[in-house]
């Protein structure tokens, strides 16, 4: 297996939207302005960082990931946005190797954890997580915040 890491500046925009689009599966919108301003922060790696696996020529996956302050540490735990593997290049370890950069990343930065989280139907990535990682107690609670207030 020839894989490589990259940072997300090293894939064409196209390249990465196609990848994009199958992790968000529908929930966001083809055309949203929130793709290219993503693509661009993540390219930026300076509040976003972002990584694709490359297999054998073909990208296959990503990391995005950010830094954020705690008031439980005095360095900035990592937290794994989105992680992806095309169904294809599954079952290869791709998650692994993308998490283990990430994870150089922030040992670099001095950061005490790295944290995500998965939806609890997604047995396989799951699976992995069990593997490498502890998890939590906590329960994730989301309130959109209604528009103009």
């Not at 196609?18 to 509040?47: F, K, M, N, R």
């Not at 079952?91 to 950069?101: A, F, H, P, T, Y």
């Not at 040992?107 to 997604?122: C, E, F, I, L, Y």
């Not at 490498?132 to 528009?147: E, F, G, H, N, W």
Request: proline share 7%; glycine share 6%; charged share 15%.
């Amino acid at each position: 297996m020839t894989l490589e890491i990259v940072p997300t500046r090293a894939v064409a925009f196209d390249t990465w939207l196609e990848l994009w689009l199958a992790y968000v599966d529908g929930q966001i919108t083809p055309d949203a302005p929130l793709h290219a301003a993503t693509y661009e922060c993540l390219c930026a790696q300076a509040s976003l960082h972002g990584i694709v696996a490359i297999d054998q020529g073909q990208p296959c996956g990503f990391a995005h990931y950010y830094f954020h302050p705690s008031t439980w540490a005095l360095t900035q735990p990592c937290y794994v946005q989105d992680l992806y593997v095309s169904p294809a290049a599954r079952g290869r370890q791709l998650g692994m190797r993308l998490l283990d950069e990430v994870q150089t990343h922030a040992a670099q930065k001095g950061s005490p954890v790295v944290h995500w989280n998965t939806r609890a139907d997604n047995l396989p990535a799951r699976a992995l997580y069990d593997r490498i990682a502890t998890a939590s107690d906590r329960v994730i609670y989301l309130r959109p915040v209604p528009a103009g207030t």
